[in-house]
């Protein structure tokens, strides 16, 4: 947990914008049990990689960098998730192909290759371009839950 506080407060403290991708934690966590009539697969594999997410306090991590970037006058933005390591980064062909790893991103359609993660990272920055060049409204990184949905609309950055 000190590390999550030390990782958002330095973050918070150097940077007025910080765009994420929207995880959906709870549905990536769910359980493979199934039911007594359809029992799920690999529920011991599955229980172990839900363990892995759930250590990792993704959403603390969001929840603090939040608070701390609003309290500094930053912004946090969450990023839709879908298709951002299988979006080609040159060219804007979108396949499943283009991932044929969790770590390797090869083009289908142009030839481009890098780690898939700086791929999604690069997709992920690119939509919050076009959010402050375009006018793409954004969510906020609060929870819908937590709070209403805010629209960011393009404008001077915070800062």
Same mark, same amino acid.
């Given at each position: @947990? +000190?590390?999550? =506080?030390?990782?958002?407060?330095?973050?918070?403290?150097? =940077?007025? #914008?910080?765009?994420?991708?929207?995880?959906?934690?709870?549905? @990536?966590?769910?359980?493979? $049990?199934?039911?007594? &009539?359809?029992?799920?697969?690999?529920?011991? $594999?599955?229980?172990?990689?839900?363990?892995?997410?759930? &250590?990792?306090?993704?959403?603390? +991590?969001?929840?603090? *960098? &939040?608070?701390?970037?609003?309290?500094?006058?930053?912004?946090?933005? $969450?990023?839709? *998730?879908?298709?951002?390591?299988?979006?080609?980064?040159?060219?804007?062909?979108?396949?499943?192909?283009? /991932?044929?790893?969790?770590?390797?991103?090869?083009?289908?359609?142009?030839?481009?290759?890098?780690?898939? &993660?700086?791929?999604?990272?690069?997709?992920?920055? $690119?939509? /919050? =371009?076009? #959010?402050?060049?375009?006018?793409?409204?954004?969510?906020?990184?609060?929870?819908?839950?937590?709070?209403?949905?805010?629209?960011?609309?393009?404008?001077?950055?915070?800062?």
């Amino acid at each position: @947990m +000190f590390y999550l =506080h030390k990782c958002s407060t330095t973050i918070s403290q150097n =940077h007025a #914008v910080v765009c994420i991708e929207d995880l959906r934690v709870r549905n @990536m966590s769910k359980s493979a $049990a199934g039911t007594a &009539d359809a029992p799920g697969r690999n529920v011991r $594999a599955k229980s172990g990689l839900n363990k892995s997410i759930l &250590d990792q306090g993704w959403f603390e +991590f969001r929840r603090q *960098s &939040d608070y701390k970037l609003n309290w500094n006058g930053g912004w946090l933005i $969450a990023a839709p *998730s879908q298709n951002t390591s299988r979006t080609c980064p040159a060219c804007g062909h979108v396949s499943a192909e283009n /991932r044929q790893t969790q770590s390797r991103f090869l083009c289908v359609e142009c030839g481009f290759e890098e780690n898939a &993660d700086l791929v999604g990272a690069i997709s992920i920055l $690119a939509w /919050r =371009h076009r #959010v402050a060049a375009c006018g793409k409204t954004a969510r906020s990184g609060r929870s819908a839950k937590q709070e209403p949905t805010e629209v960011i609309q393009p404008g001077p950055m915070p800062g």
